[in-house]
């Protein structure tokens, strides 16, 4: 299966801290996106990273592709109790469908 | 704003009465998803369409139907809902190029539609 499995499932932090997910995939890849969910809401995309990209960044999430390893790390600097979300990383090969992964679930206490 | 709406946001149906939910988009994009997500799960891609092209999921039960009378809306109908179909069910839409097929672009959601059965 494509499928990019998330690590760790729940991640609980202070505001101000930074949160690090994780996603790993079995085959190579076009590309890899992630994707936030708020509580019975629909995904919103955050970052898109191609399989050529090694790092990319927008405002206050980092997100590297290590395609060695097959693996993938989105990071939150200066969390907030807005970032209170299921995170999940999409993997897809060339010429076919997304296949999400199981979620990150990041609770930001205040 | 350009955006992708469902409606109802929360629909409750018989065990075995047909449902039907719609999707609009403004976006003007070309794919159209559907997908299933029970609690704590992974969304799980039911069928998409590529303009009127109708793309099944090999593990997508029968029960579940699509239709796509123009660009702007889809429907997802259910025939006989089970307790098992009870799910949040999410549509989706992304520009595609032939270059980058499916997974070049980034996907729109909509808010989703709680779907109840009793």
């Known amino acids: 299966s494509q499928q990019g499995e998330e690590d760790p499932q729940a991640l609980s932090i202070q505001e101000g801290e930074n949160a690090t997910m994780n996603c790993s995939y079995k085959?190579?890849?076009?590309?890899l996106q992630w994707y936030r969910q708020n509580s019975g809401r629909g995904l919103v995309h955050l970052i898109l990273?191609?399989?050529?990209?090694r790092e990319k960044h927008s405002g206050r999430l980092r997100v590297t592709l290590d395609t060695s390893k097959k693996s993938s790390s989105l990071l939150i600097t200066a969390s907030r109790a807005a970032d209170t979300a299921s995170y999940f990383c999409?993997?897809?090969?060339?010429?076919?469908?997304?296949?999400f992964g199981k979620g990150t679930m990041l609770l930001v206490s205040p | 704003d350009a955006m992708v709406i469902q409606n109802p946001r929360y629909q409750v149906t018989q065990f075995g009465k047909p449902v039907t939910l719609s999707c609009s988009q403004t976006?003007?994009?070309?794919?159209m998803y559907w997908y299933q997500q029970k609690s704590s799960q992974a969304p799980k891609l039911l069928f998409h369409?590529?303009?009127?092209?109708?793309?099944n999921e090999a593990d997508t039960p029968d029960n579940f139907q699509s239709r796509r009378p123009n660009t702007s809306f889809c429907f997802l109908d259910i025939r006989s809902p089970g307790l098992g179909d009870a799910a949040m069910y999410l549509c989706?839409?992304?520009?595609?190029?032939?270059?980058?097929?499916?997974?070049?672009?980034?996907?729109?959601f909509g808010p989703g539609t709680r779907l109840t059965v009793t």
């Open positions: 369409y590529y303009d009127k092209d109708f793309n």
């Open positions: 990273i191609r399989s050529n990209e």
């Open positions: 085959t190579s890849i076009n590309n």
């Open positions: 989706a839409t992304s520009r595609d190029s032939r270059g980058q097929g499916l997974v070049g672009y980034e996907q729109y």
């Open positions: 976006l003007n994009h070309n794919v």
């Open positions: 999409a993997t897809g090969e060339e010429y076919s469908t997304l296949t």
